[in-house]
């Protein structure tokens, strides 16, 4: 089946350092890949996506380059700050060959970053 | 625009009971999708809807049933409750079915005791 794993947290880094989270999957046919953050008491927000390899989505200075050779999607950030302390989640969804999804998102299991000043 | 919205946001049943949660999806999407998130199972689909139609669905019990009105807004109803489910609900909309990108509503937090 399809999975999605992330690496083991919670991750705890200074300000101003610099972040990666590992994320590696398993999929069939033509997986989109997504990083999604969730603050305390609220839903997810979708942090950046991309749709076909070798694809880098960006966002809020924060990169993932979807890399099909070795299934992965690391999420990176070159300075986090405190406000990014949060819990990401990486996650796919499966498209046909002629891209429409079916609707399901595969998450990991969560990673919790918190950043002390 | 509006957001994806969830009520109630908070919830309290007692095993046995049933209960209804209701999800406004971003004006304009057409298709809903729901997730459960726990601490122990991480999140996990429930189902999507589209057009008032279920065109997908997780692997729950037949107690966790769904549907959406002519409108786009969604329901999920969950008979019978277990302690088990004690979770955080997340609804998400889609502009149309097959599109792969979800946006996601506060959530609503059932406890069961």
């Known amino acids: 089946g399809n999975s999605v794993t992330q690496m083991e947290g919670p991750v705890t880094l200074s300000e101003e350092a610099f972040l990666t989270i590992n994320c590696t999957y398993t999929?069939?046919?033509?997986?989109?890949l997504f990083w999604y953050v969730q603050y305390p008491g609220e839903g997810l927000q979708l942090l950046l996506k991309a749709t076909k390899a070798d694809d880098k989505g960006s966002n809020k200075g924060f990169e993932a380059t979807y890399r099909k050779e070795t299934t992965s999607f690391h999420l990176e950030k070159g300075s986090v700050q405190v406000s990014d302390s949060a819990v990401y989640f990486c996650a796919l969804i499966l498209s046909n060959a002629g891209g429409t999804s079916y609707g399901k998102l595969t998450f990991g299991q969560g990673t919790i970053l918190t950043v002390h000043p | 625009k509006a957001g994806v919205t969830q009520t109630p946001r908070y919830l309290i049943k007692t095993r046995g009971q049933q209960v209804t949660l209701s999800c406004s999806p971003i004006?304009?999407?057409?298709?809903v999708s729901w997730y459960q998130q726990t601490p122990g199972q991480g999140l996990q689909f429930l189902f999507e809807y589209f057009s008032e139609t279920q065109r997908n669905k997780g692997n729950f019990p037949g107690r966790f049933s769904g549907r959406q009105f002519s409108n786009s807004r969604s329901e999920m109803n969950v008979s019978t409750l277990e302690l088990g489910d004690s979770a955080l609900y997340l609804c998400?909309?889609?502009?149309?079915?097959?599109?792969?990108?979800?946006?996601f509503g506060p959530g609503t937090r059932l406890t069961v005791l």
């Open positions: 999929a069939t046919g033509y997986p989109s």
């Open positions: 998400a909309s889609s502009l149309l079915a097959g599109a792969n990108e979800q946006f």
């Open positions: 004006s304009g999407h057409r298709s």
